[in-house]
Structures are given as structure tokens and as C-alpha cells.
């Protein structure tokens, strides 16, 4: 049976409303990830520059710089990684394929990073000394994912 050209239209015309859609079905969990990950920034760099010595150290902000990376280490991934919804297939995520092969090792990451988080926590309040060797930990595990599954900036 040969489709007439209207229907031919009309089908790609839903199969691209479908890519669109699926494309936007992802939106909150691309948003919801990159948030955390923005958090997550925001308070590395708040302490490594007190630890630089870019800004003076205060204890109550490196304190809480700590606590929002414990927090954040405390949010469930399990809604936030939807099969589709890497580099190859959306806009707007640095999120590779390899991640939807690999989600013990992905949260196994994350959860060696909740641990660096919290031993820091401890200590993020007791001076400026205290800064460096934690943030080695947690950069160590934020770069044990990050290498492995996001995309480098171009």
C-alpha cells in the first residue's frame, strides 16, 4: 500500500512532535541534576577560594559550603539519570551514554562522594588548614565521575 503525500507529511510531522516531546519529557530531570551539580559548585568554589586564600576564610560560610555539599550527596540519583536523556540524544547535558550502562558504578560515586562530603563536614569549620586535604577528597570523587561520564566542556 503506497501513502499518499499529505499522510506521509502528517507521519513525520507526529514522529518529530514525538522526538520534541521526548526531548522536553527530560527537562526536569536534566534540571534537577544540573541543579545539584550547580550546588555542589557553588560551594567548591566558596571554599577553595578561602583555601587559596582568594577570600577570607570564615568559618560559619566554609561551614555551610560543607553542609549544602552533604546535602546535596543526600538527594537520590535514582529519578534523575531517565534512560534518553544523555549528551547524544538531548540538548543541553554533558550527561555520556555510558552512564545508563554503568549505574552501580554511578552511584557508587556518588556515594563515595557523600562520604568525602561528610568527613569534611567536620572539619570545614576548624580553619583555613583544614580546607585543602578535604577538598582534595571531594574533588577526587567528583573527578572519579566526572571523567568517566560528562562530556568535556568544548
Known sequence: MRLSTPLVVAAALIAGSVAVASAQEFKGQ??????????NGLA??????????QMPYD??????????L???SQVSQSLMWPQGS??????GTRALPAIWGNYDDVFAKWEAFGKAAAAFQTVAASGQEALG?????????????????Q???N
Open 86 to 91: 544523555d549528551s547524544d540524544s538531548v540538548e
Open 44 to 53: 567548591m568554589g566558596t571554599l577553595a577560594g578561602m583555601a587559596r586564600g
Open 59 to 68: 568559618a560559619e560560610k566554609a561551614q555551610a559550603a560543607a553542609d549544602l
Open 30 to 39: 536534566i534540571g534537577a541534576r544540573q541543579g545539584i551539580m550547580r550546588l
Open 133 to 149: 586535604p578535604g577538598l582534595q577528597s571531594i574533588g577526587g570523587a567528583c573527578s572519579a565521575c566526572h571523567d568517566d561520564y
Open 70 to 72: 552533604v546535602g546535596s
Open 151 to 153: 562530556k568535556p566542556r
